[in-house]
Each structure stands twice: as structure tokens, then as C-alpha cells.
């Protein structure tokens, strides 16, 4: 089952807007992470926020991470058509035994930028 | 700096056949883990390698194993194919498990398909 759940599952801008996508989670994590996908290709890890922050930025990207809420935000500024891609949230946490060494992604969001 | 590769990029199989995924981490990188990602959903955890030893599993069956070797590199094996295991698998390395907050380097994935 899917630890984080994307929020919308898909969204079409035009470029310039900025677009949101959520992510909610179920348990403790020890730090979440964003990646983003090109029609089936790797991942490509974006920006990871540890659980005791609340707020991170790199470049365009903004993440908010509220642990009373369950809940993580990222925000992309100013988008362009070469921000077309999958959005993945992923959650480590560090339980120990077999959960140890792995990230739960949510379905992802599909992000459309119009040129 | 290399980055991580996996072989083959394309694959097709018959079903109850079996199958060997290879993957070469980033150097540096002494940490692999295998997803499978179905299409349109989130890649799902498979397991995760540090030291040559699996050490954190998801729920997926025996008949997925996997090996690290000395240099790092990494083997996925699937036996007795099922028409559900058609999917990407992804590696990933990390320069250390992921609960020391280390973000994921993804190869491009190796598209099975099982008919």
C-alpha cells in the first residue's frame, strides 16, 4: 500500500503559473523527499526535508513539511514547459528490521506546463 | 563522476521463465536498492543492499532476490514470471542507507514485460 498520497493526481498550467502539489502521509517519518519523473525514465531526486524542518527552498522549488498534519507541499515557481514531468513524494523513515533502508512514494502528480 | 546504470533497458519474457536485472551504483555509492514501478502508480520498494546483505525487504515474494557484489553492483532476479511483475524496475544507489537521510540515484530502469 501507498504511504503518500499526491494531491491533485494531475494539473495543466500555463508557463509562468506556479504550481502546488501535496503529498499526505500515514506514520513517523524520518525525513520526506521529492523526486520527478520524465515519461518513464529514473527519478530524479529534487529536495529532502527532515522531519524536525518545516521549511526548504532550492533554486524554483519551495517544500513545506507540516508533521502535526501528516502533510508536505511543493511549490514550483515561475514553471516552464521543461517542468513537464511525474512529481513524486517518498517517506524514509527508520524503523529498523525490514523497513530499514526503504522510501514509500506516493502515485505522483502529473504536471502539464502549456507553453 | 558516473552515475547509476542499468542493463538491460528493455526486456520482454515469457511467463514461469526468469530474469537477471543488472545495476552499476554511482561511484562513491556502497548502498543499492530495487523498485518496481507499475504503470501509472509510485515505484514500490523491492529491497535494499549495503555491504553484499539485503538488509531491508518490502512485501514482495522469495521468488525476487538479489545480490551486491564487491565493487557494489547489483543483480535483481525474478524466477517463475508472472504476467504482474511487467513493469519498470529501478535501482538506486546511496552513499549510505536511507536512514541517514540520503537522497536516491536512479538509473533509467529496465521496462519488463512478461507475455
Known amino acids: 500500500s501507498q504511504q503518500g498520497e499526491e494531491d491533485p493526481q494531475a494539473l495543466s498550467i500555463q508557463e509562468g503559473e506556479n504550481a502546488t502539489m501535496n503529498c499526505s502521509y500515514k506514520?513517523?517519518?524520518?525525513?520526506l523527499q521529492w523526486y520527478r519523473q520524465n515519461s518513464g525514465r529514473g527519478l530524479v531526486h529534487l529536495i529532502l526535508?527532515?522531519?524536525?524542518?518545516r521549511e526548504k527552498h532550492s533554486g524554483r522549488l519551495r517544500v513545506t513539511l507540516d508533521t502535526s498534519k501528516k502533510s508536505s507541499s511543493l511549490l514550483i515557481t515561475a514553471s516552464r514547459a521543461a517542468d513537464t514531468a511525474s512529481y513524486f513524494c517518498?517517506?524514509?523513515?527508520?524503523?529498523?528490521?525490514?523497513?530499514?533502508?526503504?522510501?514509500?512514494f506516493g502515485q505522483g502528480t502529473i504536471l502539464t506546463v502549456h507553453p | 563522476e558516473t552515475g547509476v546504470t542499468q542493463s538491460p533497458t528493455h526486456l520482454i519474457k515469457t511467463r514461469g521463465q526468469q530474469v537477471t536485472l543488472r545495476c552499476s551504483s554511482q561511484?562513491?555509492?556502497?548502498?543499492v536498492s530495487w523498485y518496481q514501478q507499475a504503470l501509472g502508480q509510485g515505484p514500490q520498494f523491492i529491497f535494499q543492499?549495503?555491504?553484499?546483505?539485503?538488509?531491508g525487504r518490502g512485501n514482495f515474494p522469495p521468488r525476487f532476490s538479489g545480490l551486491q557484489f564487491p565493487n557494489y553492483s547489483s543483480e535483481l532476479n525474478v524466477n517463475a514470471l508472472e504476467l504482474d511483475d511487467s513493469a519498470l524496475y529501478l535501482c538506486?544507489?546511496?552513499?549510505?542507507?536511507?536512514?541517514?537521510?540520503?537522497?536516491?540515484?536512479f538509473g533509467n530502469g529496465t521496462r519488463l514485460t512478461v507475455t
Open positions: 538506486a544507489s546511496s552513499p549510505t542507507p536511507q536512514g541517514l537521510h540520503s537522497p536516491l540515484h
Open positions: 506514520t513517523s517519518i524520518n525525513n
Open positions: 526535508i527532515r522531519s524536525n524542518e
Open positions: 517518498a517517506t524514509g523513515i527508520n524503523a529498523g528490521g525490514t523497513s530499514y533502508g526503504k522510501l514509500t
Open positions: 561511484s562513491g555509492h556502497n548502498t
Open positions: 543492499y549495503y555491504r553484499e546483505e539485503e538488509n
